[in-house]
């Protein structure tokens, strides 16, 4: 099977993708991009086993399923983590519940070159996050895992939601990434929203904790 190559609105910086965790995400989030196909049940993919993952890649390990999310079987994680260590690439790992991937830091199972991440789109519990952790749960994981590892990290505020400024940048700043990436809702989910100034009143905040920010254009249509 041929590799994808990353498209569309994902990361400017992943060059590629890969899931071997397919169908329905456990989580459940409403706006979850992937429900613009047909959701089938959750599936371990084999003949992903097929794909050549080639070398020098920033590959999104994960990226239509969050393969960490608790539903998911512990084998299925460890075949595709043993697989990625085949190839000499870098990886982002990036689930609403990073709580999972404490499991997995000992005997180095995560390859090397890899970036851990996690999402903190609000500060709040919105009906709309499904069943995922709630942002608290995931800063604190994260905060965990860089205690016991040496990988870096990053955080994404995507599709950010109206959020107390004070209250998401302490998430953020107690998981230390080395980015924040931030950006907009872009299918009309009719998500809650947070002004502009709300968005730049946390830029700044981050800016100042020298965290780097990379904001994506869709933020535009919030006039940022």
């Not at 608290?136 to 990988?151: C, G, M, Y």
């Amino acid at each position: 099977m041929s590799l994808n190559i990353s498209k569309g609105n994902m990361y400017p910086f992943i060059t590629h993708t890969w899931n071997t965790v397919k169908g329905k995400c456990p989580h459940d989030c409403s706006y979850c991009y992937m429900k613009r196909f047909k959701q089938n049940d959750t599936r371990f993919d084999e003949k992903e086993f097929e794909t050549d993952l080639g070398e020098g890649n920033f590959i999104f390990v994960g990226s239509s399923c969050d393969m960490w999310a608790e539903d998911v079987p512990k084998e299925w994680i460890l075949d595709t983590l043993d697989y990625c260590h085949q190839f000499e690439n870098k990886y982002l790992f990036q689930s609403k519940n990073p709580d999972r991937m404490l499991d997995f830091i000992e005997g180095l199972w995560i390859p090397p070159d890899s970036v851990l991440g996690t999402t903190i789109e609000t500060n709040r519990s919105y009906p709309q996050m499904g069943s995922a952790p709630r942002p608290q749960e995931r800063a604190d994981a994260l905060v965990e895992l860089k205690s016991k590892i040496n990988f870096p990290t990053m955080v994404t505020v995507e599709p950010v939601m109206d959020f107390d400024v004070d209250y998401l940048h302490h998430l953020i700043h107690i998981c230390n990434p080395e980015w924040v990436n931030i950006g907009a809702d872009s299918k009309g989910h009719g998500l809650p929203e947070p002004s502009a100034d709300k968005i730049r009143e946390l830029t700044d905040a981050l800016k100042e904790d020298n965290i780097e920010v990379k904001l994506k254009d869709n933020l535009k249509r919030l006039g940022v």
